[in-house]
């Protein structure tokens, strides 16, 4: 018992011999980090293919409304500002195709159980539906379809993924 | 309470069902706290035993003990909840011959095993090891060698043989001992075609589990469920069907298109289930028989969820229209559907009571999903859940008494309820657990659970009182697991 | 290092060297631990006794012990007989040869049947003969009543087992059986069934007859279906345990015994 005391005496001696409680301030500050340059956005559309793209197509209406995805809020099924001018420019493209139909797709993120997510979908499809109806395309070219959660586009299980999962898909046929 | 004269009876040959019946024992009077009272004797004993009862009671009333001519009264508190040690020994055969399943010596050995794994697997049973085992020959199937197996620590015995019948088919015999009273408990005699080998020890083992346990039997069921595999974003989901303990798996579609929430008819024959064929979401029925399907509603809605009714007649469904999702049930034959449930929520995941009065099943019209009970045909909604949390995929036990539930709240998790929505109990503990399926003895749970990132999917099976959560083996993920009632 | 720091850090090095070397050398100087004693069994017990084991305390002056036969006139001293145990009353005041009465019970011959007895039987004065011509003193009969005592009294036996003793038994009976109650996991309500079971064993501990269910309380309809196999569990349990290490002077105690198997409360 008294060795292991000597000992650790020993060691805290040690130890309070090499804290040399240094205190001068170092000579010069490191350099503060550079500033990063704004990341340029690189990412206009690639060239269209050789082949001219067919208009009425879906490429087509990808290239004219820019995107066939609105997104939605968790448990959520209204439409917001950004995706309301979303399916705007979807709308206008419908109307210079008007025989086109097209089936809106409703999607959830995997934290609702299988029979309420394909409920859930299903109403966000309708939400997009109702507001192309109002932007003048005749219910008649639209069907809905939900696939809850059996088709999501992001794998991970963390909230980014979860919102890139939640939304209703304008699909028009190739 | 009047507290009652105590009485000396005869004594009685076996033990009444309810209240309480003493043989012979004066000290042993537990009248006052509330018990049935023993009934009144015949008239000519009450003059001989009168003065001595009325000595008795007031002994007793005063915590006496009784003078040391009466019996020593020891009291056992606390039993200890344990699987019962059991053992299983290969089931000999009286002539070896061959048959399609293979000869009858190894389908004694086979039969054992599933024997073995259906008592193991139910988690109330610890069968012995084979090298715990001895070998026994015919002669010793109705003789049981009591001095071996009393020494070997089970307390339970089953033995059986196998037999090839001139017609081709089999006859399987399966016998339960008590190894500690040395006596028979139950035997069973069955008769299958050979390529129904399994069905055969399936029933034994069912026999088994009744006897010493009170349950319903249930090993001899089959399971339906969703077959998935391929990557998150696009999986690849079949309807498949198996016996309960995995055996006889076969695929029954081809994955071209996603099916999802197949159930059983009561009769087995068919399967109704959600399939995206031809790009729209409806109900079909899957005959097994013919491998055909058939559509069931044809509106040009999104329809899912389907269920049958304890009767086969029925089919329960939930069909979208506009952005509203509620509840309607329709003959299982076709025809025009009858609404159930008109909340603008969304109405879904209906499930019959055993008997087919009422039905449970989710809604949001509260603001968040919750569990609803109304009777059959729609009328008399009532909420049931009131727990932290939000509650979904109900299923009404077969036993009537509780309703299975997915409880979401952080994570999923697998619970069960009263009917009432009384005495919420919660079994797992997984991420994400759903999708409740009952056993046919309404004692053991089959769910899904799927693994976080991965997405991945996988059957797993849980006791009711929430001990025994293991994996049930498929030969790919799976998930949407339901679970037939028992084969005739 | 700039110099005020140097003696900083000498001086708390000093101190703290000091400091553990004032510790250290009070840990150096062992204490000795106290000794714990024995632990004791203590056994709860129930039920109070309220029937005394205690035997009577005879009133009248104890009856004399007599010889069973007067020794003979000695010429060969024959060697004394020693007198049969004889029921004696407890310790009258009287000292000598008032004996103790031994803390072990034990079963004594009694001369009628009577119920087993816990009572301790002394042993009787040995008979001493008379002789004529002895190195005895004088006075060696002092003490010993040579007139027969008035005194009839017999005190009898305790005429219980007392409610102590058997409470000891009881607790012994159930440590031994409670190990082997094994019960299924099932629901919740077949573990409120109680059994009662009665067992009659043999002198050696195993049993005589085998278990017989002689009750049920607790039973309902929702727990019904499990009624036998809770029977069986307890049934099971007084089995598997047999045979019981029981002490044999209080087999008439023991030989009849009601189980009451309460499952629910789990251990």
Redesign the interface.
């Known amino acids: ?2 060795r292991l ?2 000992r ?2 020993l060691v ?2 040690l130890a ?2 090499v804290a ?3 205190k001068k301030k170092p000579e010069e500050l490191p350099p503060p980090p550079a500033a990063t340059a704004p990341p340029t956005t690189t990412e206009t559309p690639p060239p269209p293919p050789s082949t001219t793209v067919v208009p009425g197509s879906r490429a087509d209406f990808l290239a004219q409304a820019g995107t066939d995805t609105i997104h939605f809020g968790t448990d959520l ?1 209204d439409i917001d500002a950004e995706s309301q001018a979303i399916l705007s420019k979807q709308a206008q493209w419908l109307a210079r195709y008007p025989n086109t139909a097209v ?1 809106i797709e409703g999607h959830c993120d ?7 997510n ?3 979908g ?2 966000r499809a ?2 997009a539906k ?1 507001f192309l109806v109002n932007a003048g395309v005749a219910p008649s070219r639209l ?6 959660k ?4 992001a ?3 963390d909230e980014e993924s979860w919102a890139q999962n939640r939304r209703a898909v304008t699909v028009v046929p190739q | 309470m009047r507290l009652r004269p105590f009485r000396i009876f005869p004594k009685s040959a076996s033990p009444s069902p309810s209240g309480e019946r003493l043989g012979r024992g004066l000290s042993n009077c537990t009248c006052a706290r509330g018990d049935t009272p023993p009934p009144a004797p015949p008239m000519e004993e009450r003059g001989v035993s009168r003065a001595g009862a009325i000595l008795a009671f007031f002994m007793a009333a005063l915590g006496l003990s009784a003078p040391a001519a009466a019996q020593l009264e020891v009291d056992i508190t606390g039993g200890i909840a344990q699987p019962m040690p059991i053992a299983i020994p290969g089931m000999p055969t009286p002539s070896v011959a061959n048959t399609p399943a293979g000869d009858t010596a190894s389908l004694g050995q086979r039969v054992a095993e599933v024997v073995t794994n259906d008592l193991k697997n139910s988690g109330l049973f610890n069968p012995l090891p084979k090298s715990a085992l001895e070998t026994v020959s015919h002669p010793q199937v109705t003789a049981p060698d009591y001095i071996f197996w009393t020494q070997s620590g089970a307390q339970a015995l089953v033995q059986g043989f196998v037999q090839a019948n001139g017609d081709g088919s089999l006859t399987v015999g399966c016998y339960l001992y008590d190894v500690l009273a040395k006596s028979e408990l139950a035997r069973q005699g069955f008769v299958v075609q050979p390529s129904q080998w399994r069905r055969a020890a399936h029933k034994c083992a069912d026999t088994v589990y009744t006897r010493l346990t009170g349950e319903g039997p249930y090993f001899d069921s089959r399971v339906v469920y969703v077959s998935e595999t391929g ?5 690849t ?1 079949r309807l498949a069907i198996m016996d309960q303990d995995g055996a006889n798996h076969r695929f029954l579609t081809n994955g071209q298109t ?1 099916v ?2 197949p159930r059983f008819a009561p009769n087995q024959q068919t399967i109704t289930y ?1 399939s ?1 064929t031809n ?3 409806r109900v079909y029925v899957y005959d097994i028989g013919s491998g055909t399907q058939r559509l069931v509603v044809d509106q ?1 809605n ?1 329809t ?2 389907p269920r049958f009714s304890p009767d086969g007649r029925s089919i329960v469904f ?1 069909m ?1 229209i ?4 509620d509840i309607y049930r329709v003959a299982a034959s076709g025809g025009a559907p009858q609404r159930l449930t008109t909340s603008p929520g ?1 109405d ?2 209906a499930s019959y009571s055993p008997d087919g009065s009422r039905i449970v099943f ?1 809604s ?1 019209r509260s603001g968040t ?1 919750q569990l609803y009970v109304m009777n059959a045909d729609g009328s008399n909604q009532s909420r049931i859940s009131f727990g932290s949390g939000r509650y ?2 109900a299923a009404w036990s077969p036993r009537g008494d509780l309703i299975a539930f ?1 409880r ?1 709240g952080g994570g ?1 998790n697998v619970g069960i309820m009263g009917v009432d929505g009384s005495g919420e109990k919660i079994l797992t503990n997984g991420w ?1 657990d ?2 409740p399926s009952w056993s046919p003895n309404g004692r053991v749970i089959m769910f899904f659970r ?1 693994g ?2 991965s ?1 991945k999917a996988d059957l797993w099976s849980v006791d009711l009182t929430g001990v025994n959560e293991r994996p049930v083996p498929t030969p790919l993920d799976g ?2 697991p339901a679970w037939g009632p028992l084969l005739p | ?1 700039e110099r005020s ?1 140097r003696t900083g ?1 000498g001086l ?2 000093v101190g ?2 000091g400091l ?2 004032i ?2 050398l009070n ?2 100087s ?1 204490r000795k631990m106290p000794k714990l004693s024995e632990p004791m069994d203590v056994m709860l017990v129930d039920k109070a006794g309220l029937t005394s084991a205690a035997p009577e305390i005879s009133k009248e002056a104890p009856q004399a012990a007599e010889a069973p036969e007067v020794a003979p006139t000695i010429e060969d001293a024959p060697p004394p007989e020693p007198a049969p145990a004889k029921p004696q009353p407890a310790p009258a005041p009287k000292p000598a040869p008032a004996p103790t009465p031994k803390p072990a019970p034990k079963a004594a011959e009694p001369p009628k049947p009577t119920p087993p007895a816990a009572k301790p039987a002394p042993p009787a004065p040995p008979a001493k003969p008379k002789p004529k011509a002895t190195s005895l003193g004088t006075d060696f009969l002092k003490g010993i009543p040579v007139d027969k005592s008035a005194g009839k009294s017999t005190a009898p036996r305790a005429a219980a087992i007392s409610p102590l003793a058997m409470n000891g038994l009881a607790a012994l009976i159930a440590s031994q059986v409670k190990p082997c109650y094994t019960i299924p996991a099932g629901g919740a309500d077949a573990a409120s069934i109680v059994s009662k079971i009665r067992l009659r064993l043999k002198k050696d501990g195993s049993i005589a007859v085998a278990p017989e269910v002689v009750g049920n309380l607790g039973v309902n309809p929702a727990n019904q279906p499990y009624l036998r196999q809770m029977n069986e569990a307890a049934t099971r349990a007084l089995q598997r345990c047999a045979p019981y290490k029981l002490p044999a002077d209080l087999f008439e105690a023991w030989q009849d015994i009601v189980f009451t198997f309460r499952p629910a409360q789990m251990s």
């Open positions: 018992m008294a005391t000597m650790i005496a805290s001696a309070l011999s040399a409680c240094s099924y089936t995997e934290r609702g159980t299988r029979e309420y394909l409920a859930l299903e109403r309708n939400a109702n069907s809905v379809i939900s696939y809850g059996e088709r999501p586009v794998t991970g299980s | 990557p998150k974003t696009n999986r989901k996603i999802l929430t959600m995206y790009n729209r979401a040009p999104m899912f969820a939930s979208a506009g952005g509203n999702t969304i879904t995941g989710e949001d999903q979904g995929s997915t979401i999923f994400q759903e999708g799927t976080q990132g997405g998930s949407d | 290092m720091e850090l708390s090095v703290h060297i553990l070397a510790l250290s840990l150096m062992v």
